[in-house]
């Protein structure tokens, strides 16, 4: 990629298939006027999508009316049988969005807006490319990297900060990237954070909040406030939601639990 437009390949990514903010979309608009090795880059990722639905069509895998749930441009298929993984043939797979209860945990404090949004994270780099949306409570591995995403109702006019707790209770900030940018959230789709995050060797767990409010958050007081909620979970993933609720009073939150192995 030209370093001066500075467009990375996620987010390149991201562009083609319609997961961005207007912002990023007239940055890497105008990086594709300047770089023809962007457009070719992008014209590559077209090809390579087109390739990839002609060997493999959905139809071979689901019946005619399932739901399927895309996050990355390379799909993968949950569910398939022990026998099937000693095919040399890589088979695609794919996430499904099944009807029940979203895979985070999330309560209203005493004056959030409402259940209006979702915290999700993808476990990157499975057989065929693509990322899989991982449910709360599920076992991950140092080393292993995650995607964080999520989705605000349309018109919820929310703010929000995303930060993890680790087992050593060592707190993350992930969104806003900066501690003085904006807390606003990007409602009516889901939204990947820029950046992917690798586990390192933390033991037990990794939590994530998203902290949400319908008036601008300052962000540093809510850092704050995760430091001290990280003692209080020490060693007590299960506290996580409880605790987070009561150090969050006047905040919408969702919580999801990834165990460390």
């Excluded at 050593?168 to 940018?181: C, E, F, I, L, N």
């Excluded at 950046?195 to 390192?200: F, G, K, V």
């Excluded at 060797?201 to 319908?214: G, N, R, S, T």
Aim: with cysteine.
């Amino acid at each position: 990629m030209n370093k001066n437009a500075r467009i990375s390949a996620f987010l390149l990514e991201r562009y083609h298939i319609g997961e961005v903010t207007p912002l990023e979309k007239m940055r890497v608009e105008k990086a594709l006027g300047q770089d023809p090795s962007l457009v070719l880059a992008l014209e590559k990722l077209g090809r390579s999508d087109q390739d990839f639905r002609r060997r493999f069509p959905i139809e071979r895998f689901f019946p005619s009316g399932q739901k399927i749930r895309y996050f990355h441009p390379r799909p993968v298929v949950w569910g398939l049988c022990a026998a099937a993984l000693v095919l040399v043939v890589a088979i695609p797979l794919f996430v499904l969005r099944t009807q029940s209860s979203l895979p985070t945990d999330r309560i209203k404090g005493t004056s959030g807006s409402g259940d209006s949004a979702e915290l999700n994270v993808y476990l990157k780099g499975n057989l065929a490319g693509g990322d899989i949306m991982i449910p709360d409570q599920t076992i991950v591995r140092e080393g292993d990297t995650i995607q964080l995403a999520y989705r605000i109702q349309p018109d919820a006019g929310q703010y929000g900060v995303i930060f993890s707790v680790d087992g050593r209770s060592v707190v993350t900030m992930h969104y806003p990237y900066k501690a003085w940018q904006s807390t606003l959230l990007v409602s009516g789709k889901q939204v990947p954070l820029e950046e992917a995050y690798t586990l390192d060797d933390a033991p037990d767990y990794e939590i994530f909040f998203l902290v949400m409010k319908d008036k601008p958050l300052e962000t540093r007081n809510v850092m704050r406030t995760a430091e001290e909620l990280a003692l209080r979970i020490a060693g007590k993933p299960q506290e996580a939601l409880r605790q987070g609720v009561a150090a969050f009073k006047d905040c919408e939150l969702a919580v999801l639990t990834l165990r460390k192995e």
